[in-house]
């Protein structure tokens, strides 16, 4: 757990757009990493995927559950992907 | 290369300017829309994507690309918004020397592109119902 609040810009797409009814939003919390934010973020949504379900983007770039979140970070949780 | 599109991708003109002097061997792949999957009819298609990781994720892609392959140069460009049935979806071009290079790149890129560039559909089908696709 980490010791200070930060605050992130988290990124909603497809699914998970569908279930916040945003694009996207800033939220403050006392999170380590994307896997805690997730988790924390999941309390006041009915997120329809798990975490072994989506992967995660830290600053538009493909990251993991585990990384060093960091103030003014951008979060991405991607549901399964299907293009082509 | 890669670009998100929301308008329609015009397959001739990016072929037409996707060139090189060293390329002996250029390949294209263009995937459509169909009127088909699993079973029932499609009626239209609605494709979004995160452009920026997208791009991110297609330059890990271009650099595996190139170690593995002898290629010049690949390009990906992807379609976002509403499809119809027949509309180009994805195009993907790689320029190489020769097409044995030519060819696994370019069936590589496809398939990874597929596999891992942050973009979502969802298809809309004849009895009106919709349903986002999950490829596994």
Wanted: hydrophobic letters at 40%.
């Amino acid at each position: 757990m980490a010791a200070e609040p930060i605050t992130v810009r988290v990124e909603y797409y497809a699914q998970m757009r569908e279930a916040t009814r945003k694009n996207g939003e800033r939220v403050r919390a006392l999170v380590a990493n994307p896997h805690e934010l997730y988790e924390q973020l999941r309390r006041q949504y009915d997120f329809p995927l798990g975490v072994e379900n989506l992967r995660v983007a830290v600053n538009q770039e493909m990251s993991d559950w585990n990384c060093a979140l960091q103030e003014g970070d951008t979060v991405a949780f991607l549901p399964p992907v299907a293009g082509g | 290369m890669f670009t998100l599109s929301d308008s329609p991708i015009d397959a001739a003109r990016l072929s037409a300017d996707f060139a090189d002097q060293g390329a002996g061997a250029v390949v294209f792949f263009e995937g459509r829309v169909r009127n088909r999957n699993e079973g029932r009819n499609v009626v239209r298609l609605h494709y979004e994507g995160a452009a920026e990781i997208a791009s991110s994720e297609f330059a890990r892609i271009e650099a595996e690309l190139r170690e593995t392959y002898a290629i010049i140069d690949v390009a990906c460009v992807h379609r976002v918004g509403t499809l119809r049935i027949g509309e180009t979806a994805v195009w993907v071009g790689v320029l190489a020397g020769h097409r044995d290079a030519a060819f696994a790149a370019c069936r590589a890129a496809i398939d990874e592109a597929k596999a891992r560039l942050p973009i979502w559909k969802k298809e809309e089908y004849e009895d009106g119902t919709s349903g986002w696709i999950n490829h596994p």
